[in-house]
């Protein structure tokens, strides 16, 4: 039915609809959407592994046992879990997939994980439960996932962490970016272990890929790749200025002072 507008006019009188928690993107490649703080989860089903690309926060793992089943599977149905970075909304129910699933990362978010490195996960600055687990397989730029039907290849997308990487399904062009590029091009932030200067390379090496479809982390997925990776290298760009500008303020400041730097020894 036709909404005209908020104040007046012609109104739906049936209420809102929940936005839908399994959306299917193509044939048995489905996403659950994400339950806040958790990003999204994707699933594919391959001829020959179920895989899970991130398994959201640990608090979250029923619904997503609930999603599973929605879809005929059980936990132990997944033979992989293949990890777009190292952050605490993005790996919490690994965990519970671990006896049963390979679990996949790139090597430096592989060895944070490992370490239980809090501080670049954010498990303490967001004081959520977190269960460790470690890292089965360490990826490196290139990797390739064969699923039978599919491939995935690992593309190492550094700067929102030294350890993100996207997923990239070269036959349909999906990329599943994780936090590193969302729909329009926008960007995540420079978080612990990540730089804007490989944000920016990273993001110009996803602009030569034939992505068709953008399936990030959070929020829409995008059929517009072809503007919004221009537009994302633009944003890394200005994110880069900006720092620059902040560094250069930052360190004028310091000499204002007459300090020498953080470093500086008292006498
Ligand atoms: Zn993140």
């Excluded at 879990?81 to 006896?99: C, N, Q, R």
């Excluded at 990239?168 to 599943?176: A, K, R, S």
């Excluded at 500008?245 to 360190?251: D, G, K, L, P, S």
Aim: proline share 5%; net charge negative.
């Amino acid at each position: 039915m036709k909404r005209e507008n908020r104040t007046g006019g012609e109104q739906d009188a049936s209420p809102p609809t929940e936005p839908s928690r399994i959306i299917e993107i193509g044939p048995d490649i489905y996403q659950f959407h994400s339950e806040k703080p958790g990003s999204h989860i994707y699933l594919i089903r391959g001829r020959s592994k179920n895989v899970l690309i991130d398994t959201g926060t640990t608090s979250h793992f029923p619904l997503l046992k609930e999603r599973l089943s929605d879809v005929g599977l059980r936990v132990r149905d997944i033979h992989l879990v293949l990890l777009t970075h190292e952050h605490f909304d993005h790996i919490g129910a690994t965990t519970f997939f671990h006896k049963t699933a390979v679990v996949a990362a790139h090597r430096l978010a592989a060895n944070k994980l490992d370490l239980q490195d809090d501080f670049v996960t954010l498990n303490k600055y967001y004081n959520v439960p977190s269960k460790p687990f470690w890292v089965d397989v360490w990826l490196e730029d290139g990797a390739v996932i064969e699923l039978g039907n599919r491939r995935l290849r690992t593309v190492h997308t550094p700067g929102h962490t030294s350890g993100c990487v996207c997923y990239f399904e070269p036959d349909e062009g999906l990329l599943f970016s994780g936090d590193t590029v969302f729909a329009g091009g926008t960007l995540s932030d420079v978080a612990g272990s990540g730089s804007v200067s490989d944000y920016m390379e990273s993001v110009q090496r996803l602009n030569n890929l034939r992505v068709k479809k953008i399936l990030p982390g959070h929020g829409w997925a995008s059929d517009t790749p072809e503007e919004d990776m221009p537009r994302a290298v633009e944003n890394a760009r200005e994110l880069l200025n900006d720092s620059m500008v902040f560094f250069e303020a930052f360190i004028k400041t310091r000499k204002l002072e007459g300090q020498g730097g953080y470093w500086r020894q008292k006498p």
